[in-house]
């Protein structure tokens, strides 16, 4: 607690830490980074309530009818009357005169305090700044201390994730989604991203997984002239989707061997043979060999991992004279 009233009044120096009734508490959502939460409580979160109380006083702001708007806290109220059943709190309290941008401000450190903010808070933020000040000011004051960058387009960029439907919005939050899948999930209809979205969350897809399908499926769709859920839709696909036999990573695979081969009908061929060479050059274990992407080209990647730098060191001078000789043949 003291912690966090320290670092709100190193913010503004006339914030208090008062006790108010609860019944004065206005919850307009002005404030509010987190519409697409579900509005009920995790049980985890209510077992700690309920076991050791309220540890961060909520952040309030004092308007000029005497009731109080929530900044941050609104489990935190909400549990002082749900389930410790009290009718008054300790809260933060900001002062009414207090000006929009020191506002914000205390908006922004309160809900970082311990950890920070996740890409949809970041929007949401923006969203509620912009409403209060102009973007140039908003963005060089306030989103340069979340991003370190001064750029008017980066608050634009953030906003528009609030146009992602309510799911994915808290895919996004809870970083299941990446900011950067969620900016190509917006190029999509929204019929399509959610049908993606879904299939992401089936197959517990992990950002490189998501990546490359929704790569493989644009491609694939861009040929067969269709949309992304009526492609879904054919028959070979939902034989996939629908295979009883395969579990989740079998499906998974196959989904991704059948949209490659779609692309690229020779890829299971050359893949095998790729793999064939692997073998029969008896590569050891410290070393890989990657092909081009799709084997668009020729050439390979040989990768040697070295446990430290010292090794690499003395083992430099004959890699280097063997890839010299390499050049000089080659030319």
Known sequence: MLLLLLLISSLINSV????ISLDLVADSRHWDIHPFLQPGMPTDL???FGNIGILHPPVVFETTSGQYEIIAGRRRLRAAEEI???TNCSCLVVP???PPEEVLAILLESHRFDVPLSPMEVAYFCKIGLQH???EKFTETLLAR???RCNASMTKKYIQLISLENELQHLVHHLFISENMAHELLNLTPEDRVRITQLFKIFQMGGGKQKRFLSLLRDACQRSNLSFSTFLERSEIKDILDHREMNSPQKLHTLFSHLQNLLTPTYSADEDAFK???INLKIPNYCSVQHSPAFETDEVSLTIRFRKMDLLSQAWPAIRCVLQKNLIHEQ
């Open 276 to 278: 064939l060479q692997i």
């Open 146 to 148: 979340i991003t370190g």
């Open 96 to 98: 009414c005169s207090t």
């Open 46 to 48: 209510a077992e700690s």
């Open 16 to 19: 208090q830490l008062r006790t």
């Open 133 to 135: 000040l102009p973007i």
């Open 84 to 86: 410790l059943h009290l």
